[in-house]
């Protein structure tokens, strides 16, 4: 299927790589107008040669740059909020910096660029609002005590948003991955010594990791207007890590 989301703007966060970067080429061969954003400027450089309209450099974690940066944009149909960071360890190794850091990127984050962008959204008649959470946010696993937590906001946010803004044609939603492959996955596996991937694999009852393209395409489907009657939801893709 294509031209799923012709006529629509769309910004993607943290489009470098991974689900942010899937998200935004599916955006695009979808027909979306995408604008992808990154701190990383040299990774979101390529993604014009996958149909992505335009690429700008933007620190999420910074509250002048994301309203100065959604003025410039304006209105837009799609918000992809792709930006988290994920730390290991127990409350033990949880240090203060650690917490507030998490909490900022991966949840402050998406308070920021909500609140900018919504604006704009409720004068043209409503927008998707889809929140990259995770299946932590619901089970979390072993070690990954601020991650979990942060995830948690993640979806009690979304919540929140879509309930407050049901009537104005706004919906808001979270995609729950399990263990999907990305670079920053696959760091944290070569971080844990030579069987680090098997057993990132092992917590995945299909006996894989997910992709990043099959999130993308979920993420789409939110985005669409095949999903007109869905808001609130954590739409769980996990490879049955919940069961």
Do not use: W
Not at 158 to 174: P, Y
Request: with cysteine.
């Amino acid at each position: 299927m294509a031209d799923r989301l012709k006529g629509k703007r769309a910004v993607v966060t943290a489009a470098a790589a991974g689900i942010g970067r899937a998200c935004a080429i599916a955006f695009a061969r979808e027909g979306a107008t995408v604008i992808a954003t990154d701190i990383n400027e040299s990774g979101i450089a390529t993604l014009s040669k996958e149909g992505v309209a335009e690429t700008a450099k933007l620190d999420v974690r910074n509250t002048a740059d994301v309203n100065a940066f959604a003025n410039r944009v304006g209105k837009i149909d799609i918000l992809l909020n792709a930006a988290g960071f994920v730390h290991h360890g127990t409350i033990l190794e949880c240090s203060e910096e650690d917490f507030d850091f998490s909490f900022d990127l991966n949840v402050k984050s998406m308070h920021r660029t909500i609140k900018a962008f919504l604006p704009a959204m409720l004068a043209g008649g409503g927008g998707s609002i889809v929140n990259i959470s995770s299946c932590a946010a619901l089970r979390p696993p072993a070690n990954r005590y601020v991650y979990s937590a942060s995830k948690a906001a993640v979806s009690l946010l979304t919540r929140a948003v879509a309930l407050d803004f049901i009537t104005k044609g706004i919906r808001c939603n979270s995609i729950c991955p399990g263990t999907v492959e990305t670079p920053s996955m696959l760091d944290r596996a070569a971080a844990q010594g030579p069987q680090g991937k098997e057993m990132f694999i092992s917590r995945q009852k299909m006996g894989r990791l997910g992709t990043a393209d099959e999130i993308a395409s979920m993420a789409v489907y939110l985005g669409s207007d095949e999903s007109a009657f869905t808001t609130g939801v954590d739409l769980v893709v996990d490879g049955g890590y919940m069961l």
